[in-house]
């Protein structure tokens, strides 16, 4: 009988999917979140309808990402679900109560007025800033490990929260209020464009400290990540990740002030993909860091061989239609209500 398993790594495979489900999460939604915690700064009314309808379109289509991520760990990875969901189910919560929040908001304010608008405008605000917050402390909290015994989460209700995970929380925040000023440069023209450009200059030197410390303080929390980037060969085979993301940092600040439209945007987009290829080879091949590898947390080769049938059909479908969608809602956006 034709197996599929024996053919394939279904854990790499899976674990590979997983990882790209979360990285197109984080810069899709990333960019979103980001003109939403910068909503209130606007300098006018008719500027936040043009950040809102630059958005409108793909905000709830580019949280996909994160039902694949969240859905793939639960079918392909069901123990490091078990164990993982334990140790974060109030930042989670928190996360996903934000992210209802404002989409709620996205709703009322197209069609509030007066007071009532000001109201859903600072709703659009609170809830990307803790949705974005939240997330980042999930990411601090993964990244420090997770104490487990046995099968099962072993450690507190509140292991989450500290001050490193707060500063990976603000990390995130302005990391995404990046991608989201970025996007408005792009997307937007006139007074709206020159605010988000100061925006953008701003931030870009916040990402570029919190990156820093990010980067030096894993090493120094983990002897075997330590051990990985500054090992002799491994120095040199990973030295062009850092050498990369400096590389567009330049860039970046260069283009900002040169008045680039285009650029900014997906060089703030390789700057997080540098950090993320960092972030995943540091934890490679754990999926708990550093208590489960991915091998270990892996559903029965039946199922990951079934429920990767159903993604290699649906992937391309979904692929496509972002795409369109992104091709159809180009160029620049106007304060006039179209949602």
């Known amino acids: 009988m034709f197996n599929l398993g024996e053919l394939l790594d279904l ?6 999917l997983i990882a790209t489900a979360i990285f197109l999460y984080v810069l899709l939604d990333g960019f979103d979140l980001g003109v939403g915690i910068l909503f209130p700064f606007a300098p006018s009314d008719s500027c936040r309808d043009r950040m809102m309808n630059s958005v409108a ?4 289509g580019n949280e996909t990402w994160l039902v694949l991520g969240g859905g ?6 069901p123990l490091a679900y078990a164990i993982i969901m334990p140790a974060l189910y109030m930042p989670i919560i928190l ?5 209802i929040f404002r989409g709620v908001a996205f709703e009322f304010r197209f069609k509030a007025t007066g007071r009532s608008r000001r109201f859903w405008d600072y ?3 609170f809830g990307s800033l803790v949705a974005t917050f939240m997330q980042g402390m999930v990411l601090g909290a993964f990244v420090q490990g997770i104490k487990v015994q046995g099968r099962s989460f072993a450690g507190g209700a509140f292991d989450w929260l500290d001050a490193y995970t707060v500063m990976v929380g603000m990390a995130l925040v302005f990391g995404y ?7 408005v440069i792009m997307k937007t023209d006139g ?3 020159d605010w988000a450009r100061k925006c953008a200059q701003y931030v870009l030197g916040y990402v570029a400290i919190f990156i820093g410390i990010v980067s030096i303080s894993m090493p120094v929390m983990n002897a075997d ?3 990985l980037w500054f090992s002799i060969p491994n120095i040199f085979y990973l030295l062009p990740i850092p050498l990369a993301t400096l590389v567009m940092f330049v860039l970046n600040w260069r283009n900002l002030h040169k008045g680039d439209e285009y650029s900014p945007f997906f060089l703030s987009m390789g700057i997080f993909l540098t950090g993320y290829l960092g972030l995943g080879i540091s934890v490679f091949p754990w999926l708990v860091p550093f208590a489960v590898s991915f091998r270990q947390a892996a559903a029965a080769p039946e199922s990951q061989s079934l429920l990767l049938v159903g993604t290699v059909v649906l992937l391309p479908v979904i692929l496509g239609y972002v795409a369109y969608c992104y091709y159809i809602f180009r160029g620049k956006t106007s304060d006039e209500a179209h949602y």
């Open 72 to 77: 793939g760990l639960f079918a392909a990875f």
């Open 177 to 183: 209020a990046l991608l989201g000023a970025t996007w």
């Open 11 to 16: 854990p790499l495979i899976w674990y590979g």
């Open 225 to 227: 990540v330590k051990r």
């Open 191 to 193: 007074i709206t464009q």
């Open 95 to 99: 996360m996903l109560l934000g992210l």
């Open 57 to 60: 379109p793909f905000w709830d």
């Open 123 to 125: 709703s659009f605000h």
